[in-house]
């Protein structure tokens, strides 16, 4: 693969799901807080004003509202957790991105699905978009992060570290499940905090955002800043 005629200066992308292989604007985001504050409410027995607050700092201070759940000492399986607060997302609202679907798969170097997000969301957000879950060469996600929150070990301790993006052992857990030198990586994610730790790790880094006026040459960057759809991303990756 070249990139204006140079080759490409990536060996694998990194990218993430939620708000970066499809718009923020669609509703998703949206529905997704509205249940984590409804399960905070159940779960901690308090009013939807501070359940909105709550949710806020636990983002904050852990990263998320599970994690902040989980470290307060509460009784919380990850999947009791997930099923409330993505099974139950308007899933209808993700179209299918025929363009996006043909970019990725028009990129010959390994891509590797890097999110917060349980399995099952990745593989149904996968399915709206009509992407299918083979164009990625794995899927690193909450369950490939945690192992030690399922199964027995979990007894082990009770307050476990939940690990996700942007902790550094989250990243490093991505660079080295991804086998390519960071360097040689391209992690392109919506967060200004996950793009940060990408940086921090070594990755070279693009932030999405919806700037249509964003778009900037790939071939030299270490940093970058590109637009959704990320198909203006990669308009000169195809070989
Ligand atoms: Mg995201």
């Known amino acids: ?21 499809y718009s923020p ?9 509205r249940n984590i504050e409804e399960f905070l409410a159940g779960k901690r027995g308090v009013s939807k004003e501070r359940a909105c607050s709550l949710r806020v700092e636990h983002f904050r201070n ?21 099923s409330f607060v993505h099974g139950r997302l308007p899933y209808e609202l993700i179209q299918p991105d025929a363009e ?13 699905l890097f999110t917060n997000s349980d399995r099952q969301h990745a593989k149904r957000a996968l399915q709206r978009l009509g992407i299918e879950e083979e164009c990625f060469h794995r899927i690193i996600c909450f369950e490939t992060m945690n192992p030690h929150l399922f199964g027995d070990e979990r007894e082990a301790s009770k307050t476990p570290e939940v690990v ?7 990243m490093e857990t991505a660079v080295r499940l991804a086998g390519f030198p960071p360097h040689r990586t391209l992690f392109v994610d919506d967060s200004e905090r996950n793009i940060a730790a990408g940086k921090a790790i ?38």
Not at 25 to 33: D, E, F, L, S
Not at 68 to 73: Q, S, V, Y
Request: hydrophobic share 40%; with cysteine; glycine share 8%.
């Open 62 to 82: 852990h990263g998320s509202s599970l994690a902040g759940l989980i470290a307060l000492g509460h009784d919380v399986h990850p999947d009791e957790y997930h």
């Open 202 to 239: 070594g990755l070279r880094t693009a932030l999405v955002n919806d700037n249509p006026c964003g778009l900037l040459s790939l071939s030299n960057m270490t940093s970058a800043c590109v637009p959704r759809p990320l198909v203006l991303l990669c308009e000169g990756w195809k070989a």
């Open 100 to 112: 996006l679907r043909e970019l990725l798969r028009s990129i010959t170097q390994p891509k590797i």
């Open 164 to 170: 996700l993006k942007p902790s550094a052992k989250a």
């Open 25 to 33: 604007t669609i509703g998703i985001g949206r529905a997704c807080k």
């Open 1 to 21: 693969m070249e990139i204006c005629g140079s080759p490409s200066p990536f060996d694998c992308l990194l990218l993430d799901l939620d708000d970066t292989l």
